[in-house]
C-alpha cells in the first residue's frame, strides 16, 4: 500500500512539473499564427530568388506551388488550452523548392514540448500572402520561412482547428517539417527581409477525415493566383530553434532546463 502511494505521488508530481514546463514553453514562444496547410492543384513558377536564413544562402530558381495555409485558432480538447489567431489577414502560399542540405539536429520549442528534430534538405518556400482579395491588393508585411525536411516527434495528440474554412478535430501525428524565418531577395534587388528573428514554425501531419474542396484566390510578392484547395495535410505552430546539437548529452539537458 504505501509503495502504491508512493508511486501515485510521484506520478502527481511528475505531472505537475511538466504542466510547469509546458506553461513556461507556452510563456516564451513567439507571437505567431498557427497554420492549417491545405494541398492545392500545382503550379509551376520560374523565377532567379536567393533566400537566406540561420543555416546561409539558398539559391532556387524552379519553383511550384502546391500547398496554401490559412491562420487558424488550435484547442486542446485535454486541457481547455486556447490557441486563438494573431493576425487573421496573414496566410501562406507553400512554393516547393529543391535544396539539397546536411543533416541537423536542432532543439524545437512549441506548445508541445521540446524536442530534438533531424533537419534534411530544404523542400519548401513560404510567402506571406492574402486569400479572396482582388489585385491590386499588397501582400502582408510579415516574415517568409524556408521549411526543412524533418524528423519530428511523434505525439497522436487530438486537437480543434478552427480557420475560415470551419471547424475540425483532427489528429496530431509526426513532425515534418520546420521552418526557419528568411530574408528573400529577387533578381531586381528587391529585398524581403526577416521580420521577426526568433519566430519559427514547426509542422506536424495531421490525421484528418473530411476533406473538401475550396476555390480561392491568392496574392503573394509572386503574383496573383486562382487556387483550388483540398485536403488538410499538416498543421503548423509557433515554434523556437535553440541552436543545432553537438553530440554532448550535457548540451540536451541544459536546453531542456532553460524552460523548467
Known sequence: MELSRTRAWALGLAAVLLLSAVTAIAQTLPHENHYKV??????????PVTLIDQFGPINVTDFVLEKFANPAEKIHPETGDVFPIVDPAIHQTWWRIHAPQPSRTIVGIDQFGISQWILGDATYLLNPALKNVP???????????????????????PVILIDQFGTCNVVVLQGKLFCNPAEKLHEDGT?????????????????????FTRSITAI???????LETFENDCMCVPAL???VLRTEQSTWGKIKAMYR
Open 38 to 47: 491545405y494541398r492545392t492543384i500545382p503550379i509551376t513558377y520560374v523565377r
Open 135 to 157: 489585385p491590386p491588393a499588397p501582400p502582408p508585411v510579415w516574415n517568409h520561412y524556408v521549411c526543412y525536411q524533418a524528423h519530428g516527434p511523434t505525439l497522436g495528440r
Open 191 to 211: 529585398s524581403y527581409p526577416i521580420v521577426d528573428h526568433v519566430a519559427h514554425l514547426a509542422c506536424y501531419l495531421v490525421q484528418n477525415a473530411t476533406p
Open 220 to 226: 503573394d510578392q509572386f503574383g496573383f493566383w486562382q
Open 241 to 243: 530553434k535553440e541552436h
